[in-house]
């Protein structure tokens, strides 16, 4: 069990370009979750999927973020127009079953996005 | 929506001296909580996981705390060392389904030799 495997592990953009983060989640996991993470603001929720099917995505800024879930093996964010304040580690993390809240969060080791 | 606090945002102790960090949350109706440790450059880790029905848990070194009347989460690291040295970050569920948990924003730790 590889874990969550994030890709890539760093990537710079410049202003006004396109990023796109991929992540793997644990196989057999049915719920994957993307948060972003900075000092300031610590860890925040982006948005989550329970078997490719998106459930809530209050946090993802609207307008130049998309996330995807195409099959339950990968899922993609991705930022249009990157602008500096998008930089920050984007975290993936996949849970075996969303039903039930007890379950571990089992994180990647996160993307380094920095646009400059 | 669920609320968690976290403090102290930032906590430097001794090799030996104890580390205690606290997480309020907002729903009464918060059942599950969690406790995650992030080495540096590494992600985020269970640390311990703990259910409303239990108030004392211990850990190897560790000791977390759950005061439901005040909803009030708190790890204590007795005797820290220069390993435990990390971010942690605390999360809170509601049962059922359909959840998403909340976490806390972090507390960064450094023990010193």
């Known amino acids: 069990n590889a874990g969550v495997i994030q890709t890539p592990r760093h990537k710079v953009t410049g202003k006004g370009q396109e990023a796109t983060l991929w992540c793997e989640p644990i196989?057999?996991?049915?719920?994957v979750f993307w948060y972003r993470q900075t000092i300031v603001q610590g860890l925040e929720f982006l948005t989550y999927?329970?078997?490719?099917?998106?459930?809530?995505d209050s946090g993802m800024p609207k307008e130049r973020f998309s996330a995807q879930m195409p099959n339950q093996s990968h899922s993609t964010l991705k930022i249009q127009s990157t602008q500096p304040q998008d930089s920050a580690v984007y975290l993936c993390?996949?849970?075996?079953?969303?039903?039930?809240?007890?379950?571990?969060?089992?994180f990647g080791a996160g993307t380094r996005l920095s646009v400059l | 929506g669920e609320q968690v606090e976290q403090r102290p945002p930032h906590l430097s102790v001794r090799e030996g001296d104890s580390a205690f960090i606290t997480c309020t949350y907002t729903?009464?109706?918060?059942?599950?909580f969690f406790w995650y440790k992030q080495e540096p450059g590494a992600s985020l880790q269970l640390l311990m996981k703990?259910?409303?029905?239990?108030e004392i848990n211990e850990g190897q070194g560790f000791t977390v705390l759950l005061n439901k009347k005040d909803k009030r989460l708190s790890l204590n690291l007795t005797a820290a060392h220069p390993g435990d040295s990390a971010a942690y970050f605390c999360a809170v569920s509601a049962p059922g389904g359909n959840y998403k948990p909340t976490f806390g924003k972090g507390t960064s730790l450094v023990v010193h030799p």
């Open positions: 993390a996949s849970s075996l079953d969303l039903w039930h809240s007890q379950n571990t969060l089992y």
């Open positions: 999927f329970r078997n490719q099917a998106p459930i809530d």
């Open positions: 729903d009464p109706n918060s059942y599950y």
């Open positions: 196989s057999g996991h049915s719920a």
């Open positions: 703990v259910f409303s029905s239990t």
